[in-house]
Every structure is written in C-alpha cells, then in structure tokens.
C-alpha cells in the first residue's frame, strides 16, 4: 500500500462541469451509466500538450465507454483506474459500468442494507460505482435518474429536486433528480427502498417554505418526531447564530440500519445510521435521544460547513469537520445545560483523544500523509478539531469569530478550500494574526502546561509561571511552543474573584481574563493583590491541555465547594478523584490496606445535598473518573490495581453516604410523568448514578428497588439503567431474569438489541470474555452489522477493561480473530478494532508482549486491506 501526502498536492488536470448518472437496479447487479462533461483545467501548467485523464474506479466491471459519442475501445483499465487520451480540451465521455451492491459487504459505495439500496460515498466511494475524478476539489452539477422495480422499491432519491419521473415495462418505474448547487463526488447519494415518510415543513428566515421529509422502513414511523424536531431547531439555530439559511427547497433524511458511522451530509438527503433518528420514550435512553440532537443538527451543519464551502484534498478534512463538531456541540450547549455538555465533551476528550495522541496513530489535527483515508476519521481530526476551533472562537469573541466566519462563507461559497484559507478570513476580518496559532493544525501530541506560583505580600504581587511542553510523537522529534489561551480567575479565601490587573499596567481586566500563553516559558504578574489567593485554571477547558499546578487536595476541595465557575468546580472534584484513586492504585500494588479519603466523600456530601444545583451536575461531580481516563493517565496502566481501587472507593463511598444517596435518590422517585426535556432527563440522570452507588451497598431492599425500577419504568432509561446495575452486580438470579425478560420483550428491536448486547459486554463480572463469545453465537449477532459489531465487540474492547485485559491474552487473542475475519467483510470497520491493542505501549511488559503477538498476527495475514495494514503496522513501528 502507499503513502499519500500533503506535500504532493496538486491541481486536477481536468474538470468534471456536468454529472449525469442513470442507475438501472436490479437484484443481483445494477447498471451505471454516466455522462461527463470534462474540460481541460487550463489554469494548470502542463508538461505535455494534453495530459492524459486518469479516472478512478475499483471493483467495477467496465462495460462501454464512449467519448463524444463514438465508442473508444483505447483505454487502459487497472485496479484503481481508468486512462484514456482526450485529444480536445472539452468532451463528453460516456461510461456504463456493472456492479453488484448485493455483495458489497464493506458498506461504501452503492450497496443493500436489508431490503434498501443506500449509498456512502465519503471519502473515496464514489469510485466504487462509477469511474471519476474522486476527489473533493473535482465539484459537478449531478442529474441522477433511478430505475427500479416499482413493488419492491416504490421510493427512489437521489440529491436536489425531483424534475420528472415515468414508468417502464414489466413494472419498472423511473425519477430523475437535479441538484442545482455543484457538489464534489462524496457528496452524491441515492436510496431506493420500500420507506414511509414523516414530512414536515420550516419556514426559513427569508420565508421560503422547505419540505422536510424523514423516510423510514415502516415499523419505525412513529420513533422520528424527535429526530424532526431536532432538525428544525438545527435550521432555526443555524439562520440566529450564523446567519445561515438552507438553499434547496427539500431536505431529506433516510435511517438505514447497516452503515459504518453515524451519518453522512449528503447534498439535501442525509443517509442516517438508524441510531442516530430514532428515538422514543419506549425504546432509546435519553443519551439517545440527546445523540439524534447531535448528529441530526451536525449534518444539517455541514450545509455549509462542508458541502457549500468543501474541502480541497483530504488532508483538510477537519476544516468542515472540526468546524461543524464545533458548531454542533455549540448548538447542543444552547439546547441543554451548557456547563454539563461541556463537561461531557471535556471528559470524552480526556479520556480518547488525549490516548489517540500518545498512541502510535497520533497525527495533526491536518495530517501530512496517510495511506487510507478512512483511518483519519479520528478523534483528533473531529474532536481536537472542534477545540482548535473553539480556541479560535475564544481568542476572538463571539462577534469577532461570527465576522470571520461570514468572510469565510463569502469569499468561499461554491469552493474547495483548505485549513489556511479559513484562518486567513478569520485573521482578515478581526485583524488579528495566527501564524502561530496554526502549529494546533500541524503539530501532533497534548501538549503539556505546568503552571506555579508565587506571591509576593511586600509587592501585593502574584506571579504565575507557565511552561509549555509537547510531547514527541511519530514523525515530530521536535515541537515548538502553541498559542494556549487560559481562561482564568483568582480567588480569595472566601471563594471571590479578584479583580484582575497585570502588573504595570492601567488596565482593569474584571474578574475572568484570558491569558495569552505563547513561549515555552512565559509569567504573567498580577498586581494589587492583597492576600495570597487561589488560582482557577483554563475554564471551561479553554484549550486541549494537560495542565497541571500543585493544588494540595484541600485546595481541590475548596475549589470544588466555592468556585464561582461550574466548570472548574466539577474540574476540582475530578482532579481530587483523580488524585485519591492514583494513590489508591499504589497502595493496592504495594499490598496495603486501603483507607477512604473522607474529604472526598465530604464533598459528595455537600453536592448531594445540595437541591439547587442543577441535578446533571450533581451526577456528574459524583461519577468517578472512567477506567479509561485512569489507564491514559498513567506512565504504565495496570489495569487489575485501577479497576480494583475504583471499584473499591465506588463501594466505599456508597457505604459512607449510604442515607444521603438514599434519601436523594427517594426524593427523585416522586417525578410524576415522563418528559424529555432539559430537566426530567438531568433528574433520570441523577437518580440512575445513585442507584449505582446503592446498588454497591449489598442491601436487598435496593436489589428490589432497582428490579422494581427494571419492571415498572415507563422509559428506556430508567430501565436500561436499572439493567446495567443489575448486570453489573453479583446477584445472579434478578441478573438473568431481567436479562431474559428483556430479550424477548425486544427482540423484535434491532436498536434496543444493541444496547441489551453492549451491556452484557460491558460488564466487568468475572468471564467477561466467555460471555462475549457465547454472544456471538446469538441468533440477532451478525458481524455484518457495524452496531452489532460495535455493541458487543467494541463494548467489550474499550469498554471492559479487565476482562479484556485477561492475563492469559485470551482477550486479545479474541479481538485479533474477530478483526481478521472482519476484514474480508468490512475493512474500515476492522480497522476500528484495531484501537485498543494499538495502545500496548501503556501496559505492563506482559500485556505489551501478549498484544504485541496478536498484532504480528493480524499483520501477517494473506490480503490485509490497506485499512488493517495502515493502522496495525503503525502500532507496531
Ligand atoms: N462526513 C461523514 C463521515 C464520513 C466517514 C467516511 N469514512 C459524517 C460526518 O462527519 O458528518
Ligand atoms: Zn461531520
């Protein structure tokens, strides 16, 4: 396989104006034709008269080609391409392949997803259908007609408008559709299928009227009203924060249950993983439905954010998806709290990213190579992204980012543009000047902030002291300092802000200021200050930062109970868990007994009681840290000591707080009716993270309180939640039942299947990993379903840590069996798998050699797709 880089950018030789397609769907092949109207891109300096045209194209069968109108039997057709020789600077070129989407198991290009034709075309399955210029800088005006049977496929989509539509013999029927806006090749798509719909309509903020549709298989008509209203409060978010309104005079989703992501942005019919649109009070946790918010709005997002403005090559793929993860999780912060959705995506973050970059996969924010694409759908190329360009937002305010981003719109529309040309309008309309700032975009690795202080009583000064330093990472020796904005107060011994003036300096900054870091090395000196205070740090998580200053833990638990920014004060309880948990780990690896730090549970106490604080937040301070996030932290992560001294201070601190858990969780039980608003969810919220703890207290009246709550409740939450205490706890006989009951009262739901999956995987039992391959073996498991997949083999994975991490290797040798066998079926989802053994540098030698082994295997195998090379060859460079 080989390496693909920035570096050899170059312009395409020609230009693709008009795109027509006709589909011809049958059940065991389909036909493609299409007709291209290709111009010279004389704007390119060429060596020779005319160069050839190099289309892309795999796994097609060619059947004709013909370029203006004469058959051409002068071409050269490999794995990867299609060359001919045009002999005039414009033609038309006329190509009919054959293809067989019954077959296609990989899921991109065109393919059958239960009874349904779908399509996924990004980043490079358009050349699965047709041969083309694949590439995002290529945009062509689509006009695409489908022909299938009318029985079996009474709905037909394609992008834009319907334009005309007609039948054929033997009960054959045709619709043709014209997307007016030009459009790179990821964006096409076409479905065809037997689909109801759920039509609604908006009126954007110049009065046009838009059509909005939903097509669903019918069984699940009635779970997309929260998907709908999710899209309307998307367009309506988009027209008021970015002035944006949506062009076409139709905008379609379909839900199709076998696809490798979430969903696809797709110009005017977004194609959907069934999870994220359906959801209903039945069937879908609140995390769910607070998911179909997310997603719904990110790809009606990327209207513009992707499809309008596009990206110029690959290596640019987060300047739509950095963007747009940005703008969705600002979208969702205006919906919910904002506080806690940030600590949401803080914790995530942490927990993945951070590993991403410390791991053998960690590139820039805009890599400079990769050998298959699809690997680069990262954390880092959405999440870290979305920060890059959240920092951007904070260095200029919301009004300065929004005049940056409608220079951006405006100079941009209707082109593929890269990372630089979205800075350079931000820069261009405020001003301002971020070439260093750009280093977030080329440097890999999380950079390292270590802050002290000092004060100084005879001066009335405190000084605080930063040093930057990023870590090496594959390919970078070396680093150079980034631009790390901190977002910071100082408190006094009362829990108040000072007030903010840099020394020698006139001007007051009030209470909140955000510091400029830019050096390696760099103080900041603040003046008339009258008493040693408190420093309260990168707010919100201005930037993606390791930070650390020597906060004694009586300084995280004042943080924790005064710090007048919700943020940082969840921030102080974490940092204070972490802190016990740390020193837990060691006490439990040197054999001694362990004691709980009751300053902890002190301030568990005091949140618990606390009835104004927003109940989300509550659950949130109380949780732990994850395994997970323990296992990145660390220089060497034994797996056994974290999950024994988590599972240990759960325990403890549920026996500690026995009757303020109770009597809060008591006081949660009188919410009358379901809803699914902002506030009954951050209620459900509360009471299932105390259930939890309750669960640990070994008391049966709380076994029978949580079977009641698995029996009684009117919402998939609630008893999820009392599911996965019941799985997770020793108690075999309410165990099973609960499972069984489950199980054939949904049986009949794939969406509800996976979650009863991904539970059982996930819990931390002993046999762990012999559960999991007795799953396999279920009639509803299929390796052909990415969720399936996801919810038993990657739950159990990432999720499980100490039954994947068996000592025996057992579990690695599990994952790397299921990986090679996925790989004949599925390459990028495979690929996926490979995360967590690609991680082996952070275990102990055992585990390194154990998971080291497991991935010489996989790379050994005959056939490897690039996808499983790429990702398993780099883990183990
Ligand atoms: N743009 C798609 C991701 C496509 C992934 C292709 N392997 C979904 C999204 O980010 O909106
Ligand atoms: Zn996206």
Not at 651 to 668: H, I, N, V
Request: net charge negative; proline share 5%.
């Amino acid at each position: 396989p080989k390496t693909i880089y920035l570096k050899d950018y170059q312009q395409p030789d020609y230009w693709i104006d008009e795109t027509q397609l006709t589909f011809e769907l049958f059940e065991d092949h389909a036909l493609v034709h299409s007709r291209l109207s290709i111009r010279l891109n004389d704007a390119k300096p060429q060596a020779q008269a005319q160069p050839p045209l190099v289309l892309d194209g795999q796994l097609l069968e060619l059947v004709s080609v013909e370029l203006d109108d004469q058959p051409l039997s002068n071409y050269q057709v490999d794995d990867d391409s299609l060359t001919l020789q045009p002999q005039t600077a414009s033609f038309a070129l006329a190509i009919t392949t054959r293809i067989e989407p019954q077959n296609n198991t990989a899921l991109e290009g065109l393919y059958k997803s239960g009874g349904m034709f779908c399509t996924q075309c990004e980043a490079e399955g358009f050349r699965k259908i047709t041969y083309y210029l694949d590439r995002p800088d290529v945009m062509s005006r689509f006009t695409t007609t489908v022909v299938a049977d009318r029985g079996s496929y009474p709905v037909l989509l394609s992008n834009g408008n319907p334009i005309a539509s007609g039948e054929h013999d033997g009960g054959r029927h045709w619709i043709s559709w014209e997307d007016p806006f030009p459009k790179p090749a990821y964006l096409f798509a076409l479905v065809a299928g037997d689909l109801c719909l759920l039509q609604d309509s908006f009126t954007t903020m110049t009065g046009r009227e838009i059509d909005l549709r939903i097509y669903v298989e019918p069984e699940n008509r009635e779970q997309c009203d929260h998907a709908m209203d999710s899209l309307k409060r998307s367009m309506r978010w988009d027209e008021e924060v970015y002035g944006r309104e949506y062009d076409l005079d139709i905008f379609m989703i379909v839900a199709v249950n076998d696809f490798n992501m979430g969903a696809m942005e797709n110009k005017g019919l977004n194609i959907f993983n069934s999870s994220c649109v359906l959801a209903q009070q039945d069937t879908a946790t609140d995390m769910a439905f607070q998911r179909v918010e997310a997603v719904v709005a990110h790809e009606y997002f990327h209207n513009w954010s992707g499809n309008r403005v596009t990206c110029r090559d690959w290596f640019q793929l987060s300047l739509k998806e950095g963007f747009t993860v940005f703008r969705d999780s600002e979208f969702s912060a205006d919906m919910n709290s904002r506080t806690v959705k940030r600590i949401e995506d803080v914790t995530f973050l942490r927990a993945n990213q951070f590993a991403e970059d410390a791991g053998p996969m960690a590139h820039p924010v805009r890599p400079d190579s990769f050998i298959e694409i699809s690997n680069f759908y990262t954390l880092t190329v959405y999440e870290k992204g979305a920060e890059v360009v959240r920092m951007l937002h904070t260095l200029l305010g919301a009004e300065g980012f929004r005049k940056g981003t409608d220079l951006y719109f405006e100079r941009h529309d209707g082109q593929a543009v890269t990372c630089d040309d979205f800075i350079k309008a931000l820069e261009d309309a405020n001003g301002a000047d971020f070439s260093q700032f750009k280093r977030w975009y080329s440097q890999a690795g999380t950079p390292r902030l270590d802050v002290a202080s000092h004060y100084d009583a005879a001066r009335r000064e405190y000084r605080l002291s930063f040093r930057q330093h990023c870590p090496a990472t594959p390919g970078q020796s070396e680093k150079r300092p980034q631009v790390i904005p901190v977002r910071m107060a100082l408190l006094d011994s009362a829990g108040q802000e000072l007030p903010l003036q840099m020394a020698g300096e006139q001007q007051s900054l009030g209470n909140e200021t955000v510091l400029s870091v830019t050096e390696a090395e760099q103080e900041f000196v603040f003046a008339n200050i009258d008493q040693e205070p408190l420093p309260s740090l990168l707010r919100g998580f201005s930037a993606p930062v390791k930070l650390s200053y020597p906060y004694s833990r009586d300084d995280r638990v004042f943080l924790a109970k005064h710090d007048p920014d919700g943020f940082n004060r969840w921030e102080a309880a974490q940092g204070l868990a972490v802190d016990v948990l740390q020193g837990l780990v060691e006490i439990h690896r040197a054999g001694r007994p362990l004691h709980l730090d009751q300053r902890l549970a002190d301030i568990y106490r005091t949140v618990l009681a606390d009835t104004a604080l927003d109940a989300a937040m509550v659950a949130e301070i109380i949780r732990l840290p994850s395994e997970a996030y323990l296992v990145e932290l660390a220089d060497t992560a034994h797996v056994d000591a974290i999950h024994f001294a988590r599972e240990w201070l759960r325990a403890e601190l549920a026996r500690s707080l026995k009757s303020e858990l109770q009597q809060r969780f008591d006081s949660l039980q009188v919410s009358a009716h379901y809803s699914a608003d902002a506030d009954a969810m951050a209620m459900r919220s509360l009471k299932n993270t105390l259930l939890g703890y309750l669960m640990l207290t070994d008391d049966q009246a709380v076994v029978q309180q949580c079977v009641r709550q698995f029996v009684e409740a009117d919402n998939m939450t609630d008893r999820q939640a009392a599911l996965v205490a019941l799985v997770n706890s020793p108690f075999e006989q309410p165990r099973q039942a609960a499972l069984e009951h489950f199980a054939e009262r949904w049986a009949a739901y794939p969406l509800v299947m996976d979650q009863w999956f991904s539970i059982q995987a996930g819990s931390t039992q002993p046999g762990g990993l012999e559960r999991v391959e007795a799953l396999m073996q279920h009639p509803l498991f299929t390796l052909r379903n990415p969720n399936k997949v996801r919810a038993l083999i990657g739950a159990f994975a990432n999720q499980n840590l100490v039954n994947f991490h068996r000592a025996d290797g057992a579990g690695y040798r599990f994952l790397a069996d299921r990986i090679i066998e996925l790989d004949r079926l599925n390459p990028q989802i495979a690929a996926r798998l490979v995360t967590p053994l690609s991680r082996w540098r952070k275990f102990a030698s055992d585990r390194q050699q154990l998971m080291q082994q497991e991935l010489a295997r996989i790379l050994a195998t005959e056939k490897l797709s690039p996808d499983v090379y790429e990702v398993v060859s780099k883990s183990l460079a």
